[in-house]
């Protein structure tokens, strides 16, 4: 089967640094997305990894280990604004354009 | 760009009502989706489409039709709604590119079946 997983929900202090964890189990990989979603608001994409290692842009990266099927968003100095969902998405090997995505994980900042 | 519009933003139907929702998009992408987002679960694919005459079933297609007769509208039909399909409902767009190829996505429609 595939799967996706990330933590439920976590909780960050304004101004520090977070890290959310995602592991996958997919059929092949083609690429893995990150998304943001704030509550009652459509998704909106924050990163694409294909190959390993990290992605930077701006306040926030993007780390994948192919080989370990994980991923981490590194969200730094932390803005209330970032109170949102945080999406993981994979693409299997076997698509162009289907994605196969994760609960998402809760991030709640707190002055 | 308008980008990806979804209507209606919300809409209360009775057990057994049918009704349409309303996609569109300007950015001229061949491929079009239809998401169902749970609370607490991630989005489950519905219907989606690789181009205009083309659609095909994705995880959760039951109690579900679409159409794409052009480029730009989606419309996915509820025949005989139950209370099971109570859910926010996300159409998106990306286009066909090979590799990276990012999905932008409508505001939602919030439908609650009672």
């Known amino acids: 089967g595939q799967n996706i997983d990330q933590p439920t929900e976590m909780t960050a202090t304004e101004g520090a640094i977070v890290q959310i964890n995602c592991t996958y189990q997919?059929?092949?990989?083609?690429?893995l997305f990150w998304y943001q979603q704030h509550a009652g608001e459509a998704p909106t994409f924050l990163s694409y990894?294909?190959l390993d290692g990290l992605e930077e842009k701006g306040r926030f990266s993007s780390f994948l280990s192919r080989s370990k099927g994980y991923s981490y968003l590194l969200l730094k100095e932390l803005q209330m604004k970032d109170s949102a969902s945080y999406l993981c998405?994979?693409?299997?090997?076997?698509?162009?354009?289907?994605?196969?995505w994760g609960a998402g994980t809760k991030l709640i900042i707190k002055p | 760009n308008a980008g990806v519009t979804q209507t209606p933003k919300f809409r209360i139907l009775k057990i057994g009502q049918s009704m349409t929702l309303q996609c569109a998009q300007d950015?001229?992408?061949?491929?079009m989706y239809w998401y169902r987002q749970d609370p607490g679960m991630g989005l489950k694919l519905i219907y989606y489409?690789?181009?205009?005459?083309?659609?095909d079933k994705g995880e959760v297609p039951n109690g579900y039709n679409v159409s794409r007769s052009t480029t730009e509208d989606f419309p996915l039909r509820l025949e005989l709604a139950a209370p099971s399909q109570t859910s926010v409902y996300f159409c998106?767009?990306?286009?066909?590119?090979?590799?990276?190829?990012?999905?932008?996505f409508g505001p939602g429609t919030r439908l609650t079946v009672l």
């Open positions: 950015m001229n992408h061949n491929y």
């Open positions: 998405a994979v693409r299997p090997m076997d698509s162009n354009y289907q994605l196969i």
């Open positions: 997919t059929s092949g990989f083609n690429g």
């Open positions: 990894n294909v």
């Open positions: 489409s690789v181009g205009a005459g083309i659609t």
């Open positions: 998106a767009s990306s286009p066909d590119s090979l590799g990276f190829n990012e999905q932008f």
